[in-house]
């Protein structure tokens, strides 16, 4: 059931603007009126299904939006009819995904199977909310391509015991470590009714990369954005309220790294973009605070075996061999 020609765009103005600048406005428009559904299809609810963890956005009293991954046997994600999804919580001590998350809050979900690379998104508002789970019902569903996901096989950890998390508001250095060699993270951006009345929600997205493609310099993060679906998702959100919350999974140890702070978008002719390995703009993060949740997770895996994309991206250490810059 696609939307009706005559119904609102599916994009807000931030998203369109984004793609006014990349010149895929009226391609975009046309595929979104396609993909992007006020319901889930029968597959996107099976698949939700059979996942044990979602990457979830959702936004703090202040504000600050945070992103993270609740996690649970397959089918602690169930969708009783297309427009809703019952999630169950495990009540992770100190998660502010999971403290934000009440009766009429804006939430963004991605279901994500990293062995398989599919990923599809929901958007929506929470209906219903207690201490074991929640109900959203679906504002936007739609699926996305497997582009730099990292493959990997999940299993079951029987050491997890998370401990209490360790606030932070600069980054030490062992968490610069732990970013800079990243391959993975996920991002949650939030379009507040002060900047859009009508649309107003959070969105979470998947971001990969070879190792090396975060750049760390003191509590700023540097990221390159590669070629897309061209929704711009999370740069149109940036652009109206430059605002962001990053989750780093360590899938060896099954810890999370969860930051939010402030977003500066890099445009296409931005050295930083121009100088980066298939980097189409980019964008810069500065912390505001962060949390360290050691053994969170509870489900471990190797080393990931990259995509094709993923393989032709670049790393900001190979930018500075080709500019002549010594490395930091």
């Known amino acids: 059931m696609p939307h009706d020609p005559e119904s609102p765009s599916p994009f807000h103005a931030g998203e369109q603007e984004m793609q006014r600048r990349a010149g895929k406005r009226g391609m975009a428009e046309t595929l979104g009126r396609r993909m992007i559904r006020p319901f889930m299809p029968e597959e996107h609810r099976e698949f939700f299904a059979q996942l044990p963890f979602l990457a979830a956005g959702a936004v703090d009293d202040d504000g600050w939006p945070w992103a993270n991954l609740l996690s649970g046997a397959p089918g602690f994600a169930v ?26 809050a804006p939430l ?4 994500i199977e990293l062995h398989s690379r599919r990923r ?8 219903s909310a207690s201490r074991d789970g929640f109900t959203l019902r679906v504002d936007q569903s739609f699926g996305n391509c497997p582009q730099y996901i990292q493959e990997r096989d999940l299993t079951p ?25 990243a391959d993975t ?32 310099a003191g ?37 999370l790294l969860l930051l939010t702070g402030t977003v500066e978008l890099l445009e296409e002719d931005h050295p930083d973009v121009t100088a980066f390995e298939r980097a189409q703009r980019g ?22 075996r990259f995509a094709a994309q993923t393989l032709r991206t670049g790393t900001w250490a190979e930018t500075q061999v080709s500019s002549g810059t010594p490395a930091e």
């Open 185 to 216: 993270f996920f991002v949650a951006s939030h379009i507040p009714a002060a900047a859009n009345p009508d649309r107003e929600g959070v969105d979470v997205s998947h971001r990969g990369g070879r190792p090396g493609f975060v750049r760390v």
């Open 79 to 104: 969708s009783p009819d297309p427009e809703h999804l019952q999630v169950s919580l495990n009540g992770t001590a100190g998660d502010p995904v999971q403290a934000a998350i009440r009766e009429g």
């Open 219 to 255: 509590k700023t993060l540097t990221i390159p954005d590669f070629r897309g679906n061209n929704h711009f998702n999370t740069l149109g959100n940036f652009l109206l309220n430059p605002r962001a919350g990053l989750a780093f999974p360590n899938f060896e140890t099954g810890s």
């Open 157 to 181: 950890a029987n050491d997890a015991a998370p401990a209490r998390p360790q606030a932070f508001t600069t980054l030490p250095p062992e968490h610069s470590t732990r970013i800079a060699q």
């Open 120 to 127: 599809n998104r929901l958007n929506g508002r929470v209906v």
């Open 283 to 304: 964008w810069r993060f500065t912390l505001h605070k962060g949390l360290w949740l050691e053994a969170a997770l509870p489900w471990r895996t190797g080393p990931g």
């Open 108 to 111: 963004g979900l991605l279901g």
